[in-house]
């Protein structure tokens, strides 16, 4: 059981991004989704979510209206958008999944950089 994060790199502000969450060994659409991030010095915080049970979706209120995350079911992986992106943006992206039944996430994966310069 494996997450793989990709699509990460550094842009200007302004610029897009999106990143990818796939996953090897369980079918991702039956579970609930999320995106991570942490910069340095900083605690973990909850970018977006996408439900397990209806594909609602949770955005942190600092990237709503410029992020949108998604499931590709066909290819077992859940994306995220980032648009209009800004510098506070910077930070190390996680993706983690948890069966609806769950309260905490079971698999996460290694991270992906995201580097936005102003």
């Known amino acids: 059981v494996q997450l793989v994060e990709s699509g990460g790199g550094s842009v200007q502000a302004g610029g897009s991004l999106r990143l990818s969450c796939t996953a090897s060994g369980f079918t991702l659409d039956r579970y609930t989704i999320g995106w991570f991030r942490q910069a340095p010095g900083k605690e973990r915080e909850t970018v977006a979510c996408i439900s397990g049970n209806d594909n609602s979706a949770y955005y942190l209120d600092s990237v709503k209206g410029r992020f949108t995350i998604s499931r590709d079911a066909t290819k077992n992986t859940v994306y995220l958008q980032m648009n209009s992106l800004k510098p506070e943006d910077t930070a190390v992206y996680y993706c983690?999944?948890?069966?609806?039944?769950?309260?905490?996430?079971?698999?996460w994966g290694q991270g992906t950089q995201v580097t936005v310069s102003s």
């Open positions: 983690a999944a948890r069966s609806v039944t769950a309260v905490t996430y079971d698999y």
